[in-house]
Every structure is written in structure tokens, then in C-alpha cells.
């Protein structure tokens, strides 16, 4: 498992530096949904537990709104080590939240093919992988009243630049 650990902390996740002082688990805004909160994960790696940290359901909830690397006092950045065990178990094919991964995936490709997020398509294609048709179907109508919501997608212009961005990135 050592590769695992130099690969984090190539990617800038200087776990061994944790002293365990919680606070980034304190201002987590989603800790309470989480089988384990940051501090737990990085104390994981710490202990060599890998393979509890791919499987955790955390990594997927993890919203990545940074609260919790702003505030470590030890420059350790629990909100990217979240994001590379992400994509790391995601390679693996371990998936402790498959809706998430869908919702993510979904997302990233309708972004590749327009530049833009079309909610209408997002939903539709969330829905119809994710096992649940009708999800929030009932609110379509008066969103469509409202005009929230765009039956026909439009490409943003410059959509090649953005495409050779994750041509790049996935290189
Ligand atoms: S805030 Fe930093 S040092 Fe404190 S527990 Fe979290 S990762 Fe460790
Ligand atoms: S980046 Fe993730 S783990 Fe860190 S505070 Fe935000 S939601 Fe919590």
C-alpha cells in the first residue's frame, strides 16, 4: 500500500502531519452524514487502513467546499485527500455511494458535450440510470412555467477548447 501513499502526497495531502485536533471535522457541513469524518479518514492512512478509507461512504459525500483544509492548522488538506480517494476507489470499482458516482458522472459528461449543464437532460439521464424514473418529476411542470428549465440544450460557444481540457485531463 505504500504506493497509495506516495501517490496522495504527491497530489499535496500531507496526512502524516495530522496531530488529530478535529477540527476539520468540527466545521464539516456534512460530517453528520458520514460513516467517518475527516479527521477519521486521515487517521486511516495513518495507520495504513486503506482499504476502510476507499470503502468509506464519506468520500462520496464529501461536497468539497474546502472548510475543512482552510481550516487545519497543519496544512494537511483533508478536502483533496477526499477527492483523490474518490477517484482512486472509483478506479478500483469500489462504490460505496453508486448514486453519487452516477449524479457525478452524469454531470461531467453533459459538461463535455455543451460547456453547460442542461437540467432537463441531467435529470433524465440521472433518473433513468439511477433506477428512479420518476424522481422529482412533479416539479418539472411548474419550473417549466417559471422558466427555470430549457427543453432544448445549447452548446456554449469555444466548445472544442473546453473539450481538449478533458481530452488533457483524462490523458
Ligand atoms: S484539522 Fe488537520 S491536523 Fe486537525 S485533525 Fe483535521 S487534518 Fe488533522
Ligand atoms: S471538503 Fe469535504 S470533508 Fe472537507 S469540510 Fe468540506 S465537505 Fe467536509
Not at 60 to 80: E, H, I, K
Not at 128 to 142: E, I, N, Y
Request: hydrophobic share 40%.
Amino acid at each position: 500500500m505504500n504506493k497509495f501513499r506516495n501517490r496522495i502526497m504527491e497530489a499535496g495531502v500531507d496526512f502524516p502531519a495530522c496531530y488529530q485536533c478535529g477540527k476539520c471535522t468540527a466545521g464539516c457541513p456534512v460530517a453528520f452524514a458520514m460513516d467517518y469524518g475527516p479527521r477519521q479518514i486521515v487517521r486511516f492512512l495513518q495507520l495504513g487502513m486503506w482499504e476502510e478509507a476507499f470503502s468509506s461512504h464519506s468520500i462520496w459525500l464529501c461536497t468539497a467546499c474546502d472548510t475543512c483544509s482552510t481550516r487545519c492548522p497543519r496544512g494537511v488538506n483533508p478536502a483533496q485527500m477526499m477527492d483523490w480517494l474518490r477517484v482512486e476507489a472509483g478506479r478500483q470499482g469500489i462504490v460505496a455511494e453508486p448514486k453519487v458516482k452516477i449524479f457525478n458522472d452524469t454531470f461531467l459528461k453533459l459538461v463535455e458535450k455543451y460547456g453547460r449543464v442542461p437540467e432537463v437532460e441531467l435529470v433524465i439521464r440521472y433518473n433513468l440510470r439511477s433506477g428512479q424514473v420518476f424522481k422529482d418529476a412533479r416539479l418539472g411542470p411548474a419550473m417549466l412555467r417559471r422558466g427555470k428549465l430549457h427543453l432544448i440544450p445549447r452548446r456554449i460557444r469555444g466548445i472544442g477548447s473546453l473539450r481538449q481540457v478533458f481530452k488533457r485531463v483524462k490523458q
